[in-house]
């Protein structure tokens, strides 16, 4: 069974950064393309898409994340970094790690319903 635990999140203002970090049990990283999702208060019927790296490191991104989050492996220590600049009120979330070794494009695998693993989610606030 592949755990995900995810770390990082918090209270911050309005144009500040966050790094999210995403603790994967397997230690073969490279075998998973690995998402972002979030779920924003009052939206619990689907998990929103972020970002996600595929078995290549290619990287596809939501449109409202483009240009302000970089999603990357951390190999050594077996984590999925989330490191998201700019933030708004918007970005408030729950934000969800999500892994799969199902088959995806290289540049990942954008629907939640294509990831079979999942951590407990990190709340992220912003707010001034």
């Known amino acids: 069974q592949v755990r995900l635990v995810e770390s990082g999140g918090g209270l911050v203002q309005p144009g500040e950064s966050l790094r999210l970090s995403c603790t994967v049990s397997e230690s073969t990283l490279g075998r998973f393309t690995m998402g972002w999702f979030r779920q924003a208060p009052g939206q619990e019927q689907e998990r929103q898409f972020v970002a996600t790296i595929g078995y290549s490191d290619g990287r596809t991104y939501a449109d409202s994340v483009k240009g302000r989050a970089t999603i990357f492996r951390e190999n050594a220590q077996r984590t999925i970094e989330l490191q998201m600049n700019n933030l708004n009120a918007e970005d408030t979330a729950v934000y969800y790690c999500?892994?799969?070794?199902?088959?995806?494009?290289?540049?990942?695998?954008?629907?939640?319903?294509?990831?079979?693993?999942w951590g407990q989610g990190t709340q992220v606030t912003v707010s001034s």
């Open positions: 999500a892994a799969t070794m199902r088959h995806c494009s290289w540049r990942g695998c954008p629907g939640h319903s294509s990831y079979d693993y």
